[in-house]
């Protein structure tokens, strides 16, 4: 079964609009971490931000923000006063705390191919 | 100052051939990863070490061996390369804390072609 899906392949927003990528995930574990990647043209990964299942907050850092959402087991990313250089591939991303092994894996979405326009 | 090195960026190579990907980290972290990237971009884990031992080996074809000589390198060794083994191929480490907090931090990834 799927862990995270991300149903949107490709997205447009013009610049300085705001963005969601849509991201829901499937676990058991009641203790789990999702992060959410961006990777540009030139292939780098770069971390964005981060949401434990435990924190009562929404995080935030600078322009993303994550709007989570436990029981319906969604965490879409929102990207504010969208800027050209975010156009760009993004993956959400789940780490459950209690899988195999102490260096449990992170498990990738899709992603969701985000062109900014003028 | 980079965090995570891979070398080399790009490798063509013939199939048949044997080649190796090199990662070191100078993070501290205990842990380190080789994932493949496909060609529709999709991300998926192969390895991992923690503290030079291992501890995730998805179903990855014998022909893939890593090796852990120290936690702040990660090599990746592939035998009798075929053609479905080009893919970009990223090595990334984490510092295991306890929950599920530790991001990961990823090399800039090895684009291998095999013709």
């Known amino acids: 079964a799927q862990k995270i899906t991300q149903t949107q392949p490709g997205m447009f927003v013009q610049e300085k609009e705001a963005v969601t990528l849509d991201c829901t995930y499937d676990?058991?574990?009641?203790?789990?971490?999702l992060f959410w990647y961006k990777q540009p043209s030139s292939g780098e990964m770069i971390f964005l931000i981060y949401?434990?299942?435990?924190?009562?907050q929404n995080a935030t850092e600078g322009r993303y923000s994550l709007n989570f959402q436990k029981a319906r087991k969604s965490a879409n990313l929102v990207i504010s006063a969208s800027q050209l250089g975010d156009s760009a591939m993004y993956f959400c991303?789940?780490?459950?705390?209690?899988?195999?092994?102490?260096?449990?894996?992170?498990?990738f979405g899709t992603g969701t191919r985000l062109q900014v326009t003028l | 100052d980079t965090a995570v090195s891979q070398t080399p960026k790009y490798l063509v190579t013939q199939m048949g051939n044997d080649k190796s990907i090199k990662c070191e980290q100078n993070l501290g972290h205990d842990t380190m990863y080789w994932y493949k990237q496909d060609s529709k971009k999709f991300l998926k884990i192969m390895f991992s070490?923690?503290?030079?031992?291992?501890?995730i080996n998805e179903t990855v074809p014998n022909r893939f061996s890593p090796k852990s000589p120290d936690k702040a390198h990660l090599n990746l060794h592939i035998n009798s390369l075929e053609l479905g083994d080009s893919a970009v191929y990223f090595c990334a480490s984490s510092q295991v804390r306890p929950g599920a907090g530790s991001p990961l931090h990823f090399g800039n990834g090895t684009r291998l072609t095999v013709t």
């Open positions: 676990t058991s574990d009641p203790s789990y971490g």
């Open positions: 070490y923690n503290n030079k031992e291992l501890i």
């Open positions: 949401q434990g299942s435990y924190d009562q």
């Open positions: 991303a789940m780490r459950e705390a209690f899988s195999t092994g102490t260096a449990s894996k992170l498990t």
